[in-house]
């Protein structure tokens, strides 16, 4: 049997994706901790509001547009199928199924690793996933489990909720998007 494809699997509402999740992207890709990056568009996140929250199928074609050209590295609609909320158990036990020629690894933010333990299955998701998890300003990573590793990447600290704050104030946002979701947030009078 050949050796299985390593995917890391980053997911998130990226409403909008900006140039801390592209940063996040090539830092995964570039250290070799993965063969391919899959960016999976969550319908809607249990941890987070629906305020704001664009449409589907206009986040995916947002991030498609921002990921366009990287190597390795896709936007993926593969949760829009599944029930909402769409928990992380869930969807690795559906990925793992439907793409048994894959090894998933689970890439996190510092954020969401101090509340960890408070995610649905989690003790399932540390016991049959590696995962990776990226800095966040404000947050702290230590004494982390087998499996578990930090990622040696630049803080950049950009939320979407600041950028969707700038957009709702008049304020520019070029310098903390790529320039398709520019674009596409100016053209389409999104967040206003």
């Given amino acids: 049997m050949s050796e299985r494809i390593r995917t890391a699997l980053f997911g998130g509402t990226f409403n909008p994706f900006h140039n801390g999740h592209l940063a996040i992207v090539k830092t995964v890709i570039e250290s070799g901790a993965a063969d391919e990056l899959w960016l999976l568009i969550t319908p809607c996140n249990p941890w987070k509001m629906k305020r704001n929250l664009l449409p589907n199928q206009l986040r995916l074609d947002m991030v498609s547009k921002a990921v366009c050209g990287l190597e390795k590295v ?5 949760e829009f199928n599944l029930p909402v909320p769409s ?27 101090e509340r960890f333990d408070r995610w649905h299955e989690s003790r399932y998701i540390l016991d049959n996933y590696p995962v990776i998890i990226y800095p966040r300003t404000g947050s702290k990573v230590e004494n ?14 950009i939320s979407s909720a600041q950028i969707v704050e700038l957009v709702q104030q008049g ?11 520019a674009k596409t947030v100016n ?5 206003r």
Wanted: proline share 10%; aromatic share 10%; net charge negative.
């Fill in 171 to 181: 304020k520019p946002i070029e310098d903390l998007v790529p320039a398709s979701v």
């Fill in 87 to 113: 928990y992380t158990a869930d969807t690795l036990r559906h990925i793992s199924s439907d793409y048994p020629d894959r090894e998933f690894i689970l890439i996190i933010g510092a954020d969401n690793w």
């Fill in 74 to 78: 896709t936007a993926s609609d593969y």
């Fill in 144 to 157: 982390l489990p087998p499996g578990v590793t930090l990622l040696d990447s630049p803080l950049i600290d």
């Fill in 187 to 191: 053209e389409l009078k999104l967040f």
